[in-house]
Nanobody
C-alpha cells in the first residue's frame, strides 16, 4: 500500500510559479510511474503530466513547455514545477502512482488527497 501526500499548492498571480511535491510512504515508490492530475470545479479530472521510474516523461498539450515533472528517488518524492501559470490552471492537483505509465486516471491505483492551486488574473 502506497500513501501519497501532496504539498506546495497555494494562491499565485498569473505568470507566477509554484512547485508541487508528492511524497510517498514506502521506498518501493521509486519503481512506480507517477502522474499528476487536476480537477477544476464542475469539470472532470484531467491528466497533466507523468513520469516513469526511469525518468521518461509525458505532458498534456495544455501544460507542455510550462510545467516540468521530475523525481528524486532518494527522497521518494515527485515534483511538478509549474511556471507561467494561467487562471485556467486553477484546480485541485492530485498525484497518483501505478506500476505503468498511463495518462488515464482510472488506471492509477494510489492517489493523494490533493492540493489546491489558485491562479488569480
Amino acid at each position: 500500500q502506497v500513501q501519497l501526500v501532496e504539498s506546495g499548492g497555494g494562491l499565485v498571480q498569473a505568470g507566477g510559479s509554484l512547485r508541487l511535491s508528492c511524497a510517498a510512504s514506502i521506498r518501493a515508490f521509486r519503481w512506480y510511474a507517477v502522474g499528476w492530475f487536476r480537477q477544476a470545479p464542475g469539470k472532470e479530472r484531467e491528466f497533466v503530466a507523468a513520469i516513469t521510474w526511469s525518468g521518461d516523461m509525458t505532458y498534456s498539450d495544455s501544460v507542455k513547455g510550462r510545467f516540468t515533472i521530475s523525481r528524486d528517488n532518494a527522497k521518494i518524492t515527485v515534483y511538478l514545477q509549474m511556471n507561467s501559470l494561467k487562471p485556467e490552471d486553477t484546480a485541485v492537483y492530485y498525484c497518483a502512482a501505478d506500476s505503468d505509465l498511463t495518462t488515464k486516471a482510472s488506471d492509477y491505483d494510489y492517489w493523494g488527497q490533493g492540493t489546491q492551486v489558485t491562479v488569480s488574473s
